[in-house]
Nanobody
Framework: QVQLVESGGGLVQAGGSLMLSCAAS????????MGWFRQAPGKERELLAA????????YYADSLEGRFTISRDNAKNTVYLRMISLKPKDTTVYYC????????????????????WGQGTQVTVSS
């Protein structure tokens, strides 16, 4: 079992940037593909980005318009989400998630079911 703790959220002005971090503990971090999600009140959870266990493959939601970048440092057991050009509509809670199913075994990353979740970190973008 892997435990995940997000950090790095906060209040930022529109056009600003943030770096979210997700620290993992428990089982070997490099055994998991990782993802970043967000979920606004009353809306469905949205997969923003995902990265394979060794970092060789990534996925991004089209809606991000290239503003977010996912990365990982397996030596630090941490996955990151770099967010730039933030907009008020990006305001919500952001979650990281882990899954041990190999990337190649998942037919559709956009609808992938991640098994392990962090508690979330709030991002607020002011206009």
């Amino acid at each position: 079992q892997v435990q995940l703790v997000e950090s790095g959220g906060g209040l930022v002005q529109a056009g600003g940037s943030l770096m979210l971090s997700c620290a993992a503990s428990g089982r070997t971090f490099s055994s998991y593909d990782m993802g970043w999600f967000r979920q606004a009140p009353g809306k469905e959870r949205e997969l923003l980005a995902a990265i394979s266990r060794l970092g060789g493959r990534t996925y991004y939601a089209d809606s991000l318009e290239g503003r977010f970048t996912i990365s990982r440092d397996n030596a630090k057991n941490t996955v990151y989400l770099r967010m730039i050009s933030l907009k008020p509509k990006d305001t919500t809670v952001y979650y990281c998630a882990a899954d041990s199913v190999p990337w190649a075994a998942v037919p559709d990353t956009s609808s992938r079911d991640f098994k392990h979740w962090g508690q979330g970190t709030q991002v607020t973008v002011s206009s």
